[in-house]
């Protein structure tokens, strides 16, 4: 999007009025007109998953009339990412915390295992019979999906194959916000 229309500095980050600003310029705007400012906060985080790999994040607060939203953003594509709402009056570090404890949560769990048959060709299994995370347009085709599951993306295709380890099994699907 360029660089923000009002500092001419930082990226722009959102789009407002058709302006791009950067994030602080927008909620620094919106500051004024909400009677809320944003705290300041971690800019990033390191976080480490359920396996003790660590996984560098960056985090962001945005104001909006509608409440106070943080999320934290894995540095890499298709990474892990997680997202919290905050009142507007509410405390702003709690929900930081609450982000936090949603990311740790999230990332607990390993719920596809990789692994290889001798003639090199790669399998997945789901160790725990189950399968939870995000939603996100293919780079490709924005109408195609594909699961991003432990910080990877998995194609339609593949998440396919892995069902058919569960043949004649029943499958439960429900969307959340976990
Ligand atoms: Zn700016």
């Known amino acids: 999007?360029?660089?923000?229309?009002?500092?001419?500095?930082?990226?722009?980050?959102?789009?407002?009025?058709?302006?791009?600003?950067?994030?602080?310029?927008?909620?620094?705007?919106?500051?004024?007109?909400?009677?809320?400012?944003?705290?300041?906060?971690?800019?990033?985080?390191?976080?480490?998953?359920?396996?003790?790999?660590?996984?560098?994040?960056?985090?962001?607060?945005?104001?909006?009339?509608?409440?106070?939203?943080?999320?934290?953003?894995?540095?890499?594509?298709?990474?892990?990412?997680?997202?919290?709402?905050?009142?507007l009056h509410g405390d702003q570090g709690d929900l930081l915390l609450r982000l936090l404890a949603k990311a740790e949560n999230g990332m607990s769990e390993a719920y596809i295992e990789e692994g290889k048959f001798p003639n090199g060709q790669t399998y997945h299994l789901l160790p725990n019979d189950r399968l939870a995370r995000r939603v996100e347009p293919s780079g490709e085709d924005r109408d195609i999906p594909v699961l991003v599951v432990n910080g990877k993306q998995y194609s339609w295709d593949e998440v396919g194959r892995m069902l058919m380890h569960y043949e004649g099994f029943q499958v439960q699907m429900e969307m959340v916000d976990l």
Request: overall charge negative; hydrophobic content about 30%; aromatic content about 10%.
């Open 1 to 87: 999007m360029g660089k923000c229309q009002v500092c001419k500095k930082n990226e722009s980050y959102i789009r407002f009025d058709r302006n791009p600003l950067c994030l602080d310029c927008y909620n620094e705007m919106m500051a004024k007109q909400l009677g809320v400012t944003a705290t300041s906060y971690l800019e990033g985080v390191a976080i480490k998953d359920g396996q003790g790999k660590v996984h560098q994040f960056r985090l962001r607060k945005r104001l909006d009339p509608i409440g106070i939203i943080m999320d934290v953003e894995e540095e890499t594509e298709g990474g892990y990412q997680f997202r919290e709402y905050g009142e």
